[in-house]
């Protein structure tokens, strides 16, 4: 695990420096620096500088950025491979030799093997720069689902036109800004779509003129031009009719139990994040079968009781004393009691966007494993792979509405809607909220029934809420225009399937995976995603959807196998989101911080918003009248970012 940064341009060893520095978070182990020789006519060299928190092979042997033994190429990672040893295994068979046992060696062999085609071999989680000098050509690769971040930016000087264009890239934007080379300015598709969702979707950011290299993508440039291309993508045209459920069960298992161990490879301690849920639950309960008899050590958080008196998530910490106690794990409980109104700039800065409610716990924890630990591995993409999501559950119970004629259905759902409150003076309710949202998009058609599930200012309330020229700058923008081109490419694909593909390409890489590596980064920390294997993605993609969602059942195939592994009770217990209780903190320690950041003074100021909108958008919510806690959260931490990377 480690932070990657470079350049495409003149005199890159003077920039090079500060790029790294602000991303020594990423690894404190080492520093590396490696230069080209000149390219396009002289006036240019490509530069690689490489932080390294050392996994594997920890040796200065594992040393980047490395070069291939005959000096062609050179490459730097973040990330691991796993199945490192066997295509090792293999090279060794068509001649390689290793000097080391990092997975860098050999994936410069496989790329001199097999040229691109290596790609297709590699199972992990991985960013990775590789110079090819007998082509004189850089490529940048991002892992199959966007486990590890990329990102760049590619312009020409306006003085210099018609000339090479320059290129920089890190696996941080905040390295990109430290290059000097393009200045942080606000994109306003992104704000757009960021309103949206509370994020904007891949290859977009919040800064113009920086992108991310999507999940699955390589990005190529030669003889001064940059193509970006797919290079993995899931299928669901293979799908296994006929199956037992029993047979299914028994997949699942041994699948979850070949990558856990796949996935517990390294040289350094290693741990696992522990909610009590089913996917962290599983996946510690395999990591004790391939513990050679020592206790799993595991990290949980919870929440303080005065934190929960006016939110709607649960307290996690029960169900994980009792995992432990099933499990006999090495079992560290964190109480969640941040000074938050320090945290959320420190976050804000390492997340380089707006920071959400989950951002606050990952860090936490994450830094209290990083004390003992360097890898932990995590739950996450559970819900992606086998339809976890109350969302995905809600779909289906609004297609049951389905047959009623639309002029019925949208008055109908919209009187409900306007009847719900959002909450209740003193105590917001989760059933409210979720009944209001659901009677919202219930009425509409497929596409936007998602989409609506997924909104949190839609395109009426950003048109209330914009002030006049960022009304007009947006007017023809659609915010949810990459989503629908991702149901246009799985139509043919069952309902729940073509939910799970746009998740697995918007949702989870540009939300969950993102604030996963940031923040566990900023604490020095390498975390694992076993659900997001190459083996457990493709078992899922053959998997009837009716064996994810079962009726009202939820992740149904994995529980009903989890069943042999843990108690029922845990097993199905009730589905607990993964946040911080900033309903309590936006009437406590934050509010002081809401008067200030969001006032009308420093709204008008700002010139996005119209402060009267704000402020009403403030008083429905502290109310109850509506829950609009994310959405005053989402603006609070926007002036944070404004604050931190547009104002410096």
């Given at each position: 695990?480690?932070g990657?940064?470079?350049?495409?341009?003149?005199?890159?060893?003077?920039?090079i420096?500060?790029?790294?520095?602000?991303?020594?978070?990423?690894?404190?182990?080492?520093?590396?620096?490696?230069t080209?020789?000149?390219?396009?006519?002289?006036?240019?060299?490509?530069?690689?500088?490489h932080?390294?928190?050392?996994?594997?092979?920890?040796?200065?042997?594992?040393?980047?950025?490395?070069?291939?033994?005959?000096?062609?190429l050179?490459?730097?990672?973040?990330?691991?491979?796993?199945?490192y040893?066997?295509?090792?295994?293999?090279?060794?068979?068509?001649?390689?030799?290793?000097?080391?046992?990092?997975?860098?060696?050999?994936?410069?062999?496989?790329w001199?093997?097999?040229?691109?085609?290596a790609?297709?071999?590699?199972?992990?989680?991985?960013?990775?720069?590789?110079?090819?000098?007998?082509?004189?050509?850089?490529f940048?690769?991002?892992?199959?689902?966007g486990i590890?971040?990329?990102?760049?930016?590619?312009?020409?000087?306006?003085?210099r036109?018609?000339?090479?264009s320059?290129?920089?890239?890190?696996?941080?934007?905040?390295?990109?800004?430290a290059?000097?080379?393009?200045?942080?300015e606000?994109?306003?598709e992104?704000?757009?779509?960021?309103?949206?969702?509370?994020?904007a979707?891949?290859?977009?950011?919040?800064f113009?003129?920086?992108?991310?290299?999507?999940?699955?993508?390589?990005?190529?440039?030669?003889?001064?031009?940059?193509k970006?291309?797919?290079?993995w993508?899931?299928?669901?045209?293979?799908?296994e009719?006929?199956?037992s459920?029993a047979?299914?069960?028994e997949q699942?298992?041994e699948?979850?139990?070949?990558?856990?161990?796949?996935e517990?490879?390294?040289?350094?301690?290693?741990g696992?994040?522990l909610?009590?849920?089913?996917?962290?639950?599983?996946?510690?309960?395999?990591?004790?079968?391939?513990?050679?008899?020592?206790?799993?050590?595991?990290?949980?958080?919870?929440?303080a009781?005065e934190d929960?008196?006016?939110?709607?998530?649960?307290d996690?910490?029960?169900w994980?004393?009792?995992?432990?106690?099933?499990l006999?794990?090495d079992y560290?409980?964190?109480?969640?009691?941040p000074?938050?109104?320090?945290?959320?700039?420190?976050?804000?800065?390492?997340?380089?966007?707006?920071?959400?409610?989950?951002?606050i716990?990952?860090?936490?924890?994450s830094?209290?494993?990083?004390?003992?630990m360097?890898?932990?591995?995590?739950g996450?993409?559970?819900d992606?792979?086998?339809?976890?999501?109350?969302?995905?559950?809600?779909?289906?119970?609004?297609?049951?509405f389905?047959p009623?004629?639309?002029?019925?259905?949208?008055p109908l759902?919209?009187?409900?809607?306007?009847v719900?409150?959002g909450?209740?003076?003193?105590?917001?309710?989760?059933?409210?909220?979720?009944?209001?949202?659901?009677?919202?998009?219930?009425?509409?058609?497929?596409?936007d029934?998602?989409?609506?599930?997924?909104?949190?200012?839609?395109?009426e309330?950003?048109?209330?809420l914009?002030?006049?020229?960022m009304?007009?700058?947006?007017?023809?923008?659609?915010?949810?225009a990459?989503?629908?081109?991702y149901?246009?490419?799985?139509?043919?694909?069952a309902?729940?399937?073509?939910?799970?593909?746009?998740?697995l390409?918007?949702?989870?890489?540009?939300l969950?995976?993102?604030?996963?590596?940031?923040?566990?980064?900023?604490?020095?920390?390498?975390?694992r995603?076993?659900?997001?294997?190459?083996?457990?993605l493709?078992?899922?993609?053959?998997m009837?959807?009716g064996?994810?969602?079962?009726?009202?059942?939820?992740?149904?195939?994995l529980?009903?196998?989890a069943?042999k592994l843990l108690?029922?009770?845990?097993v199905?217990?009730?589905?607990?989101?993964?946040g911080?209780?900033?309903?309590?903190?936006?009437?406590?320690p934050?509010?002081?911080?809401v008067?200030?950041?969001?006032?009308a003074?420093?709204?008008?100021?700002?010139?996005?918003?119209?402060?009267?909108?704000?402020?009403?958008?403030?008083?429905?919510?502290?109310?109850?009248r509506?829950?609009?806690?994310?959405?005053?959260?989402?603006?609070?931490?926007?002036?944070?970012?404004?604050?931190?990377?547009?104002?410096r």
């Open positions: 695990m480690c990657i940064a470079g350049l495409v341009t003149a005199d890159p060893e003077a920039r420096a500060a790029m790294l520095k602000v991303i020594e978070h990423r690894g404190r182990d080492d520093e590396g620096v490696w080209s020789a000149a390219i396009n006519g002289g006036a240019q060299r490509v530069c690689f500088g932080r390294r928190l050392s996994i594997i092979d920890t040796s200065s042997a594992g040393h980047q950025p490395m070069l291939s033994q005959d000096g062609r050179a490459v730097m990672l973040n990330g691991e491979i796993y199945n040893r066997e295509l090792r295994e293999q090279l060794n068979g068509k001649g390689h030799s290793f000097h080391t046992q990092s997975d860098t060696e050999v994936l410069l062999a496989a001199l093997e097999w040229g691109e085609e790609l297709n071999r590699l199972n992990g989680m991985f960013a990775f720069a590789l110079w090819d000098e007998r082509e004189r050509t850089l940048l690769v991002r892992d199959r689902v590890k971040p990329l990102y760049y930016a590619h312009f020409q000087k306006p003085d036109e018609g000339g090479p320059s290129l920089v890239f890190a696996s941080e934007i905040k390295s990109i800004l290059s000097g080379l393009i200045k942080a606000l994109d306003n992104a704000l757009h779509q960021f309103l949206t969702f509370l994020w979707p891949d290859p977009n950011t919040l113009r003129g920086i992108k991310t290299v999507p999940p699955g993508h390589l990005l190529t440039l030669r003889d001064n031009e940059l970006v291309r797919q290079w993508d899931t299928s669901f045209d293979q799908i009719e006929g199956r459920e047979w299914w069960q699942v298992l699948t979850l139990d070949r990558v856990v161990k796949l517990m490879v390294a040289d350094v301690p290693l696992s994040f909610s009590g849920g089913i996917d962290s639950s599983s996946i510690v309960a395999m990591m004790k079968r391939h513990s050679n008899g020592r206790p799993v050590e595991t990290y949980t958080i919870g929440i009781a929960l008196r006016y939110d709607i998530i649960p996690d910490v029960e994980a004393r009792r995992v432990n106690q099933q006999e794990t560290h409980e964190i109480m969640l009691q000074q938050v109104t320090e945290l959320l700039p420190q976050l804000v800065y390492h997340m380089d966007e707006p920071a959400i409610d989950m951002a716990p990952s860090y936490l924890v830094r209290a494993a990083r004390e003992s360097r890898v932990m591995l995590s996450m993409g559970g992606e792979v086998f339809a976890g999501y109350p969302r995905q559950l809600a779909m289906k119970i609004a297609g049951a389905d009623v004629p639309q002029m019925l259905r949208r759902m919209k009187t409900i809607s306007q719900l409150p909450g209740l003076p003193g105590k917001l309710t989760g059933p409210l909220r979720n009944a209001k949202k659901f009677a919202r998009s219930a009425a509409l058609d497929f596409e029934r998602y989409l609506g599930y997924e909104t949190y200012f839609t395109d309330a950003k048109q209330r914009y002030a006049e020229d009304r007009e700058a947006t007017r023809d923008l659609d915010a949810y990459q989503h629908r081109a149901f246009s490419r799985v139509k043919n694909a309902p729940l399937n073509q939910l799970l593909y746009v998740d390409k918007t949702f989870l890489p540009c969950n995976l993102m604030t996963t590596d940031k923040t566990s980064m900023a604490a020095n920390l390498e975390v995603v076993p659900f997001l294997n190459l083996e457990m493709e078992l899922a993609a053959r009837p959807p064996l994810k969602l079962h009726g009202l059942k939820r992740k149904y195939i529980k009903k196998a069943e108690p029922r009770e845990i199905w217990r009730k589905k607990a989101g993964f911080a209780p900033i309903r309590s903190w936006l009437r406590g934050l509010q002081p911080m008067e200030d950041l969001l006032s003074e420093t709204v008008k100021r700002r010139g996005l918003f119209r402060p009267e909108e704000v402020r009403r958008l403030i008083d429905a919510n502290l109310s109850g509506e829950d609009f806690n994310l959405q005053v959260f989402q603006l609070l931490n926007l002036e944070l970012w404004q604050r931190q990377f547009i104002d």
